[in-house]
Each structure stands twice: as C-alpha cells, then as structure tokens.
C-alpha cells in the first residue's frame, strides 16, 4: 500500500476585482477541508473594458501570482476572463485543472430555458461571442440575444442596486426584451446584486448566475472535511473593498487579508 | 549676442485615459508651433478609484514615459491624478514645468460665484478635499459643497450624455443642491460632455470645468507661430478610443497615433 503524505488541496481564484468574491463564497459553501487563496486585481479592475491582449497579459500575471501558492485548481472567476484568458492559461499551466465561470451557466441555461435566451455582460465577454457560442452548440433551438451593459458594473460598485437610478438603468437595457426572452443569464459576477431589481421589473423571466452551477459543478472535488482555510489578496485598496470583504458569506476561517502593490 | 539653436517647445499631457483629450484639444486651440504628447493610460483607466500609492504610482510611469521626448513642460490633465501626485512629480522631476487642471479652475470659481459652489468629482478627487481646501483659502466667504459621483465616467464611455438615463443619474446626484448653489465645478475631464444636460436641469447654475482655465493660463507660453504637432499614446486600445479620438477636435497635426504595452 502506497503511503502518500496528506495533501491539503490548495484552490486559487482570481478576479478583476471585488465581483470574484460572489464565486468565492459559493465555492466555500460547498467545500471542507481546502484552502482558498483569492486575488482581486482592483490595482486594474474593470477587465471588460480592455483589449485582448491586455486582458490575457493580467489574467497571467493573476495566475503566476497564485502559483506561488502552489494551487491545484485555478478558478477564473471574471467572465471577462474567462471568455479571453482560458485557453491561452491552460496552454501556458497544463499541470493546473482550471475552471471558469462560463461552462456550468451555460450548462444550466441550456436546460432551463424555454424558446429564447437573454445575455448580458461587459463589453469585452459580449463581444467574444463565448456565452451565445456555446449555448447554440448546446441547444440550437434557443433564440439566442446578447447585449454589452457596461454601466452595470460602476452602478453595483456605487451600491445602487435597486430605487429609480437602478431601475431606470435596467429599463435602458433590458426593457425591449421584455417580451423576446424567457431566461435571462447573467454574464458578470457582479450582476446578481441587482437580481431583486430585475425581477421586479421582469417577474416573469427565469435568471442564472455563474456562481452556483460553477460551486455545484465542482463540489464533487471540494469536500475533505474540517475547516476550510481562506486567504484574500488584493491589488489595491478602494472604496468599497472593506466593506464587500465584510459583507460577503465565507464559510472557514479567514486567515488573513493582504492589499498591496502584489503583481 | 548669443546664439541659441532654435528649440521647439514640447508639451507632454497625461491622462487616466480619454477625458483629457478634452484638454489637450483647448491647449492645441490657444498654441502655435508646439510640439504636444498625449498619454492616455487606457490599460488603468480609472485613476479615481484607486489608492493614493496607486495613483502616485502611475501618474510617475506615465511622466517618466513622456520624458523620453524630452518634454519642457508637463501638463496634468486628469484630476485624480493633479489632486494626488502634483507634489510628488514637482519633487521627483524639479527640471519640469509642471501644470494641473485644479489650479485655474479654481480661480475661475472663485471670482464668479456669487455664494455657494458644488463640486464633483470622481472618489478620490473629492476624498482628497483639494479643491474645497483650495476654494476657502482663495475666497473664505463661499459656501462649499462636494460630492463623489463615480457613476458619470461610465456613463460618458457609454455615450449617454442625455436622455432619460442620464437625466436620472444627474438628478440622483444632483438635485439637492438645486437651490443651494449658484455655480457648479467639473473636478472630472470627462463631465463636460454632460454640461448641455445639466444646463436643461439647472439653467440656473454657472458652470465651470477646467479644461478653458488651464489653457488660459497656459497661452502665454505656447505661441511661437506655425503648425502644431500633436502625437497621442494610449496605453490600451479600448472601445471608444478611436470614436473619441476622432471627435475631438485638435488644432495642429496629427503625426500619429500609438497604441499598445507603453510602460
């Protein structure tokens, strides 16, 4: 019989920002026993924003930091990421299982979904086509339609998350589907804060997030028992990012909180 | 009598990103025969939710790159990064003239308004209390309020600069102070393309940005007959750049446009 050392699995996450920690918490329920080590690049957030190259440039740089740590897992948490950055880091780390928020939604989505498909992201994960692509490979019968809302991300970031600014930021954006679509998929960690808002809005409309089928896709892998143990990193310290720590649900012990100058 | 090669004079300006094109299309309007570099850090864009380590950071990156064409003078034309790193970079580079927005715009204010000024900017504009301070010390006898409105960047890169939406987020900051003040300070380059709509809610209100202030402050140094020359770098090719890059209007040559990993 083999006598293996006891390995603790080591999970690192990263993110453009603050958003990422909606995943994070999602992961941690769903685990025991596995160390996290998240990195919120808030020195450069929003990716969406950015060109290719530049998106793929930081989405290295993010992973090389949690080498360090000696992961096992890499969990893209930034759609934006994820639609630009995926292939190029499972080319560059082949010993690294990675994941990324973009698989198990649409997963979800394709079977959920009755006729036709909202999608709604930032500017750079709308415009790689990756969430309509792969729904359409998945299910070619749904209409399928997809819209970049920038404002979405500095809305949720100004903790305007519902009231006349919020909903009339919604309206802009969504109100001509009102009719087209019956599931809208939400294609940006940071848009389940306003999930309340839309639903009031659009009561009829079924709505999927990343964070819970990305948690439930690898739990299977997560559960050692015990505590888990949860390290943050973070780029820069902004205006929000004390309280969003605060406010986010991690189930295990946070072992410490690092804001700096990191890449 | 001596005999001095004859020099041009060459201007660098730097900015978070697009908004002080604003700028440079007023200093371009007032010169002759300058030799003017624009850097537009679009891969870190925005400054103003940064921390001060952060935005002093950058704003060193961003003049030690002009420097490399051996620039005379060096104009600030993002107000994050005037209110933060003015003193370091007149400590670090004591060989270069430097300018910033805040200066002249707050002279502007203070022999125009009547009793009370509203000033907004972005958070780390308004947290560094700069223009308040500046304000009060200039004329003691105004009534001074400011206000963080973070969500007016995203909303020019989006191009709603009127509209319901706009219109909305506006009043959302704006209207308690419908009656309270006389005059209104842009401490943000990009918040002149959102001056017409304010006009349509406050007609009542003087408006004031810094853009105008600086460059007629700066007029008196930068005419030596001729053509302008004009070459703009951007960190990062990002959605707007070229829609705005062609808007905006530059008095003089375009000699180029570089745009990639600069720093």
């Given at each position: 019989?083999?006598n293996k050392?006891?390995?603790?699995?080591?999970?690192?996450?990263f993110d453009?920002g603050?958003?990422?920690?909606t995943?994070l918490?999602?992961?941690?329920k769903?685990?025991s026993?596995?160390?996290?080590f998240?990195?919120?690049?808030t020195?450069?957030?929003?990716?969406?924003i950015?060109s290719?190259?530049?998106?793929?440039?930081?989405?290295?740089?993010?992973?090389r930091?949690?080498l360090?740590?000696e992961?096992?897992?890499l969990?893209?948490?930034?759609n934006?990421a994820?639609a630009?950055a995926?292939?190029?880091?499972?080319?560059?780390?082949?010993f690294?299982?990675?994941f990324?928020?973009i698989t198990?939604?649409?997963?979800?989505?394709s079977?959920?979904a009755?006729?036709?498909?909202?999608?709604?992201?930032?500017?750079?994960?709308?415009?790689s086509?990756i969430y309509l692509t792969?729904?359409k490979?998945?299910n070619p019968?749904?209409e399928v339609?997809?819209k970049?809302t920038?404002?979405l991300?500095?809305?949720?970031?100004?903790?305007?998350?519902?009231?006349?600014?919020?909903?009339e930021?919604?309206?802009?954006y969504?109100?001509e589907w009102k009719?087209k679509?019956?599931?809208?998929?939400?294609?940006?960690?940071?848009y389940?804060?306003?999930e309340?808002?839309?639903k009031?809005?659009?009561?009829?409309?079924?709505?999927?997030?990343s964070?819970?089928?990305?948690?439930q896709?690898?739990k299977?892998l997560?559960?050692?028992?015990?505590k888990n143990?949860?390290r943050?990193y973070?780029t820069d310290?902004?205006a929000f990012?004390e309280?969003?720590v605060?406010?986010v649900?991690l189930?295990?012990?946070?072992?410490?909180?690092?804001?700096?100058n990191?890449?």
């Amino acid at each position: 019989m083999e006598n293996k050392p006891f390995h603790t699995l080591k999970v690192g996450v990263f993110d453009s920002g603050l958003g990422g920690l909606t995943v994070l918490s999602e992961l941690t329920k769903v685990s025991s026993g596995v160390k996290f080590f998240y990195l919120g690049d808030t020195a450069r957030v929003p990716y969406g924003i950015r060109s290719d190259e530049t998106i793929i440039k930081y989405s290295l740089e993010c992973t090389r930091f949690l080498l360090k740590f000696e992961i096992d897992i890499l969990v893209i948490a930034c759609n934006t990421a994820s639609a630009k950055a995926t292939e190029v880091l499972k080319k560059e780390f082949p010993f690294l299982k990675i994941f990324e928020v973009i698989t198990p939604a649409v997963e979800v989505v394709s079977s959920v979904a009755k006729r036709s498909v909202g999608i709604i992201g930032t500017p750079a994960t709308v415009k790689s086509n990756i969430y309509l692509t792969r729904l359409k490979a998945l299910n070619p019968s749904l209409e399928v339609f997809q819209k970049p809302t920038p404002l979405l991300v500095p809305l949720v970031e100004e903790g305007i998350t519902d009231g006349k600014v919020a909903f009339e930021v919604l309206k802009y954006y969504l109100w001509e589907w009102k009719e087209k679509i019956d599931t809208l998929l939400l294609g940006c960690t940071h848009y389940p804060l306003l999930e309340n808002s839309i639903k009031k809005l659009f009561p009829h409309w079924g709505i999927v997030n990343s964070a819970k089928p990305l948690a439930q896709k690898l739990k299977p892998l997560l559960n050692f028992g015990g505590k888990n143990e949860i390290r943050l990193y973070f780029t820069d310290k902004t205006a929000f990012l004390e309280d969003m720590v605060k406010r986010v649900s991690l189930k295990g012990e946070v072992k410490g909180v690092e804001i700096g100058n990191l890449l």
